[in-house]
């Protein structure tokens, strides 16, 4: 099942963004769900993820303080709220899903593999 992310765009430096990913069928309801970027010529990073049976979270130290993750499980949606944005920052956001796929990647100790489409965003 692929996730909807929505919420990217043009930002000018210190702004802000909210991210939103949806679960159309609420497949991943127990499972752990994160987001990552990519940045032109750069590996996938990941930035955080949440436990979304329990609402715990993680985040990586590049973005603690900065980017925030967070579930409303009502409307099977996670968001990721950026704030206080970098040119740096400038990268296709992706949602992932824990789980197996094609494309693999790890964060902490958990391995996402269910991707959406990916958003652009731009400082």
């Known amino acids: 099942v692929q996730l909807v992310e929505s919420g990217g765009g043009s930002v000018q430096a210190g702004g802000s963004l909210r991210l939103s990913c949806v679960d159309p069928?609420?497949?991943?309801?127990?499972?752990?769900m994160g987001w990552f970027r990519q940045a032109p010529g750069k590996e996938r990073e990941g930035l955080a993820y949440?436990?979304?049976?329990?609402?715990?979270?993680y985040y990586v130290d590049s973005v603690k303080g900065r980017f925030f993750i967070s579930q409303d499980n009502a409307k099977n949606t996670l968001y990721l709220q950026m704030n206080n944005l970098k040119p740096e920052d400038t990268a296709v956001y992706y949602c992932?899903?824990?789980?197996?796929?094609?494309?693999?990647?790890?964060?902490?100790?958990?391995?996402?593999?269910?991707w959406g489409q990916g958003t652009q965003v731009t400082v």
């Open positions: 992932a899903a824990e789980g197996w796929g094609p494309v693999m990647s790890t964060m902490g100790r958990t391995t996402f593999g269910n």
């Open positions: 069928g609420n497949t991943y309801r127990r499972k752990f």
């Open positions: 949440i436990n979304r049976d329990g609402g715990a979270t």
